[in-house]
Protein backbone atom coordinates (compact mmCIF):
# COMPACT_ATOMS: atom_id res chain seq x y z
CA UNK A 1 0.00 0.00 0.00
CA UNK A 2 1.14 3.64 -1.10
CA UNK A 3 0.65 6.51 0.76
CA UNK A 4 1.12 10.53 0.03
CA UNK A 5 0.88 12.33 2.58
CA UNK A 6 0.64 16.61 1.28
CA UNK A 7 0.94 19.60 3.68
CA UNK A 8 1.86 23.26 3.11
CA UNK A 9 -1.70 24.25 2.04
CA UNK A 10 -3.62 27.57 3.76
CA UNK A 11 -4.50 31.03 3.29
CA UNK A 12 -2.66 33.70 1.55
CA UNK A 13 -3.27 36.94 0.36
CA UNK A 14 -2.98 37.65 -3.38
CA UNK A 15 1.18 37.80 -4.26
CA UNK A 16 1.89 35.98 -1.22
CA UNK A 17 3.91 32.53 -1.55
CA UNK A 18 3.45 29.01 -0.47
CA UNK A 19 5.24 25.89 -0.79
CA UNK A 20 3.41 22.34 -0.92
CA UNK A 21 5.17 18.83 -0.06
CA UNK A 22 4.03 15.77 -0.79
CA UNK A 23 5.77 12.64 0.71
CA UNK A 24 5.24 9.00 -0.87
CA UNK A 25 5.68 6.38 1.56
CA UNK A 26 4.57 2.38 1.58
CA UNK A 27 5.16 -0.17 -1.02
CA UNK A 28 6.33 2.03 -3.98
CA UNK A 29 9.66 0.92 -5.38
CA UNK A 30 10.39 3.22 -8.12
CA UNK A 31 8.66 6.47 -8.78
CA UNK A 32 8.73 7.89 -12.20
CA UNK A 33 6.58 11.21 -13.13
CA UNK A 34 5.21 13.21 -10.15
CA UNK A 35 3.24 15.95 -10.15
CA UNK A 36 0.44 18.67 -8.99
CA UNK A 37 -3.07 19.22 -9.90
CA UNK A 38 -5.31 20.97 -8.88
CA UNK A 39 -9.27 21.56 -8.76
CA UNK A 40 -11.36 24.74 -8.12
CA UNK A 41 -14.73 25.07 -6.66
CA UNK A 42 -16.85 24.37 -9.85
CA UNK A 43 -14.21 22.97 -12.13
CA UNK A 44 -12.70 19.82 -13.66
CA UNK A 45 -8.94 19.08 -12.38
CA UNK A 46 -6.12 20.32 -14.39
CA UNK A 47 -2.55 19.88 -13.96
CA UNK A 48 -0.31 22.47 -12.70
CA UNK A 49 3.11 20.80 -12.92
CA UNK A 50 4.76 17.66 -13.37
CA UNK A 51 8.52 16.48 -12.95
CA UNK A 52 10.37 13.49 -14.25
CA UNK A 53 12.31 11.39 -12.26
CA UNK A 54 15.84 12.75 -14.29
CA UNK A 55 14.78 16.54 -13.37
CA UNK A 56 12.64 17.31 -16.67
CA UNK A 57 9.33 19.65 -15.52
CA UNK A 58 6.74 20.35 -17.63
CA UNK A 59 4.04 23.55 -16.53
CA UNK A 60 0.47 24.32 -17.30
CA UNK A 61 1.01 28.01 -18.99
CA UNK A 62 -1.37 29.88 -16.10
CA UNK A 63 1.48 28.97 -13.62
CA UNK A 64 4.77 29.09 -15.85
CA UNK A 65 6.85 31.73 -14.20
CA UNK A 66 5.22 31.85 -10.89
CA UNK A 67 5.38 27.72 -9.51
CA UNK A 68 8.32 25.75 -9.51
CA UNK A 69 8.13 21.96 -9.20
CA UNK A 70 11.43 20.20 -7.73
CA UNK A 71 11.30 16.75 -6.18
CA UNK A 72 13.85 14.92 -3.79
CA UNK A 73 14.06 11.37 -5.11
CA UNK A 74 16.48 10.04 -1.87
CA UNK A 75 12.92 10.97 0.30
CA UNK A 76 10.34 10.37 -2.24
CA UNK A 77 8.91 13.61 -1.93
CA UNK A 78 7.66 16.58 -4.63
CA UNK A 79 7.19 20.02 -3.93
CA UNK A 80 5.58 22.86 -5.54
CA UNK A 81 7.11 26.38 -5.08
CA UNK A 82 3.87 28.60 -5.76
CA UNK A 83 4.92 32.54 -6.03
CA UNK A 84 2.96 35.36 -6.60
CA UNK A 85 -0.29 33.79 -5.97
CA UNK A 86 -3.86 35.19 -7.52
CA UNK A 87 -7.30 34.78 -6.59
CA UNK A 88 -7.65 32.68 -9.54
CA UNK A 89 -4.86 29.93 -8.25
CA UNK A 90 -7.74 28.90 -5.06
CA UNK A 91 -7.76 25.47 -5.09
CA UNK A 92 -7.70 22.42 -3.71
CA UNK A 93 -4.02 21.09 -4.83
CA UNK A 94 -3.50 17.14 -5.47
CA UNK A 95 -0.03 15.51 -5.21
CA UNK A 96 0.83 12.52 -8.38
CA UNK A 97 3.01 10.12 -8.20
CA UNK A 98 3.28 7.40 -11.01
CA UNK A 99 5.04 4.45 -9.66
CA UNK A 100 5.41 1.29 -11.89
CA UNK A 101 2.45 -0.32 -11.75
CA UNK A 102 -0.16 1.99 -10.75
CA UNK A 103 -0.51 5.90 -10.19
CA UNK A 104 -1.12 7.06 -6.73
CA UNK A 105 -2.95 10.58 -5.68
CA UNK A 106 -2.90 12.52 -2.55
CA UNK A 107 -6.06 13.25 -0.61
CA UNK A 108 -5.48 17.19 -1.65
CA UNK A 109 -4.73 20.34 0.49
CA UNK A 110 -6.34 23.70 0.09
CA UNK A 111 -5.13 26.58 -1.18
CA UNK A 112 -6.81 29.90 -0.41
CA UNK A 113 -6.17 32.80 -2.08
CA UNK A 114 -7.80 35.60 -0.86
CA UNK A 115 -7.97 39.36 -3.40
Known amino acids: QVQLVESGGGLVQAGGSLRLSCAASGSIFSINDMGWYRQAPGKQRELVAI???????VYAGYVKGRFTISRDNAKNTVYLQMNSLKAEDTAVYYC?????????WGKGTLVTVSS
Open 96 to 104: NVEGTKAIY
Open 51 to 57: ITRGGST
